[in-house]
Nanobody
């Protein structure tokens, strides 16, 4: 059974930082492109960041210079370090694992940026 379990969300003030974690099980983790997506209220889910098996990183333009993604293939973990958070970053953040046509999603973790 495949599971992606996110953690680390919460309420943070503008300018603050959070680190999201995603623990994967039931997949050959090193084979998958791992990613973080987010969905704000009333908006479609959007890509935030991906990291390939070769640690090639892709970041959405609005988070470049503020967010970074990393992975630990031994621990089967993927992380999203979020710095300089702004209210527009408020969303549910989802962990994603993709290999070819196969995709898995976590349940999501809420991130709220507010003073």
């Amino acid at each position: 059974q495949v599971q992606l379990v996110e953690s680390g969300g919460g309420l943070v003030q503008p300018g603050g930082s959070l680190r999201l974690s995603c623990a994967a099980s039931g997949i050959i983790f090193s084979h998958y492109v791992m990613g973080w997506y987010r969905q704000a209220p009333g908006k479609e889910r959007e890509l935030v960041a991906t990291i390939t098996r070769a640690d090639r990183i892709n970041l959405e333009d609005s988070v470049k210079g503020r967010f970074t993604i990393s992975r630990d293939n031994f621990k089967k973990m993927v992380y999203l370090q979020m710095n300089s958070l702004i209210p527009d970053d408020t969303a549910v953040y989802y962990c994603n694992a993709e290999e070819g046509w196969t995709q898995y999603w976590g349940q999501g973790t809420q991130v709220t940026v507010s003073s």
